[in-house]
């Protein structure tokens, strides 16, 4: 579940001062403000606080639980990867060829933000996901992951930095991951970001396509990292003290492209790429634990041929489900928005090579079912519930950021 941040008291009082302007829908989605009188300030969102409604939504896709239609907000936008709500507005979204830009009241400016780190944006790598720290009102912390350079190739690494709005730039950058080895393949960077309900940082690097390096602790590829929010490591990770790198959280996972935080129970779900064949949606219940890849899949090699003929062994976990063949999933999100009462709870996944949105329904950690919608509408890399309460996403095949606005 993408957070509600806590905003500083200034904003609160800007917001309450301004006239309401746009459309009179009920305010729906809340979060608390603590103001300095350390009293609890509630603030709503507004359905037009980060983008206006528009006046006519255009055509109405149907599905199997309500219809809705979607609205584009951002256009002009390359190759986007990564999107971040501000609490006062603005957005910011990450091109992977390594440029961070802004939205400033609803409008994409010009001129990308300085202070970005230096990426090799070849291939699959480049400039990649971006979140806020869970109290970005306090601390004002931007988290991003991107491809670093350096001897040997490049290497997905993890920075944090503030924003200056006034010089419109990034400050006080601190890298606080650097993963190993740097190598000059060009994929399986991995790369999403999110924090749980307990603060800490989770963040994946894939194998960086080198299959069997995925079930070896003792690099950084494969694997879904935890730290805390500086970069140091929790003492009660599975590996500390033992055989492996302390960070690692969990392994044997090919290549991460979607993660979120279950609503209710505040675990973390991932998705990730297969080879031909075996996407998975995966739960993240076990530290320590091992997703068996390539000693199982079930998925082959982009010739056709056998990686292997066990998709299932002892020791390590199961999928929740997986897509045979491959949609290639990317960016997810859960749906707790009472917006879309319809899907709440489900498992919204971005689809690269199918072009559409996974819906998947879940009992508890079961799948149950899956719905594909607005099927062909290209590369979605990115799927957000933002603190408004909708849900966004990055289309790459056209560079638009786009809002699903359901329909009664």
């Known amino acids: 579940m993408k957070k509600l941040y806590t905003l500083p008291a200034f904003i609160v009082l800007i917001l309450l001062i301004m006239p309401i302007t746009g459309c009179s829908e009920s305010?729906?989605?809340?979060?608390?403000?603590?103001?300095?009188?350390?009293?609890?300030?509630e603030f709503q969102y507004s359905s037009d606080f980060y983008f206006p409604l528009p006046e006519d939504g255009g055509e109405v896709h149907q599905s199997e639980e309500m219809n809705f239609q979607v609205q584009t907000v951002v256009e002009g936008v390359d190759v986007?990867?990564?999107?971040?709500?501000?609490p006062d507005g603005s957005v910011l979204i990450?091109?992977?060829?390594?440029?961070?830009?802004?939205?400033?009241?609803?409008?994409?400016?010009?001129?990308?933000?300085?202070?970005?780190?230096?990426?090799?944006?070849?291939?699959?790598?480049?400039l990649l996901d971006i979140n806020l720290h869970p109290n970005y009102g306090e601390n004002?912390?931007?988290?991003?992951?991107?491809?670093?350079?350096?001897?040997?190739?490049?290497?997905?690494?993890?920075?944090?930095?503030?924003?200056?709005?006034?010089?419109?730039?990034?400050?006080?950058?601190?890298?606080?991951?650097?993963?190993?080895?740097?190598?000059?393949?060009?994929?399986?960077?991995?790369?999403?970001?999110?924090?749980?309900?307990?603060?800490?940082?989770?963040?994946?690097?894939?194998d960086r396509g080198d299959m069997d390096t995925a079930q070896d602790i003792s690099n950084s590829n494969g694997n879904l990292f935890r730290l805390y929010d500086d970069g140091s490591i929790p003492d009660d990770n599975p590996f500390v003290g033992r055989d492996g790198l302390d960070e690692i959280y969990a392994y044997g996972l090919r290549n991460i492209q979607g993660m979120d935080v279950h609503p209710e129970t505040g675990i973390i779900w991932t998705n990730l790429h297969g080879p031909r064949g075996g996407d998975e949606l995966n739960?993240?219940?076990?530290?320590?634990?091992?997703?068996g890849w390539p000693e199982i899949t079930h998925g082959v090699n982009y010739n056709g041929t056998e990686i292997t003929p066990d998709t299932a062994r002892a020791g390590m976990e199961q999928p929740v489900m997986h897509w045979t063949p491959s949609i290639a999933p990317s960016g997810m999100t859960f749906v707790s928005s009472d917006k879309y009462p319809a899907?709440?709870?489900?498992?919204?996944?971005?689809?690269?090579?199918?072009?559409?949105?996974?819906?998947?329904?879940?009992?508890?950690?079961?799948?149950?079912?899956e719905e594909r919608i607005l099927d062909g509408i290209g590369r979605i890399r990115d799927v957000h519930q933002a603190p408004d309460g909708y849900i966004y996403f990055s289309n790459e095949s056209n560079g638009t950021i786009n809002r699903i606005i359901p329909v009664d």
């Open 283 to 291: 739960i993240h219940d076990k530290p320590g634990a091992n997703y």
């Open 140 to 206: 004002g912390w931007i988290y991003m992951s991107y491809s670093k350079p350096g001897s040997g190739g490049s290497m997905t690494a993890i920075m944090r930095a503030k924003l200056d709005s006034d010089n419109h730039t990034l400050v006080d950058q601190e890298e606080i991951y650097v993963g190993q080895p740097f190598t000059n393949s060009r994929h399986h960077f991995g790369s999403r970001i999110e924090f749980d309900g307990d603060g800490y940082l989770y963040f994946s690097i894939g």
């Open 80 to 86: 986007p990867w990564g999107i971040a709500f501000l």
């Open 27 to 41: 305010l729906e989605t809340d979060t608390d403000i603590n103001n300095d009188t350390d009293q609890e300030t």
């Open 343 to 369: 899907w709440n709870g489900n498992a919204l996944n971005g689809a690269l090579s199918f072009q559409l949105i996974s819906r998947i329904v879940l009992d508890g950690d079961e799948f149950v079912h």
């Open 94 to 126: 990450t091109e992977r060829e390594g440029d961070l830009r802004m939205v400033r009241e609803g409008e994409l400016l010009d001129e990308p933000l300085g202070g970005v780190p230096e990426v090799v944006a070849e291939g699959q790598g480049g």
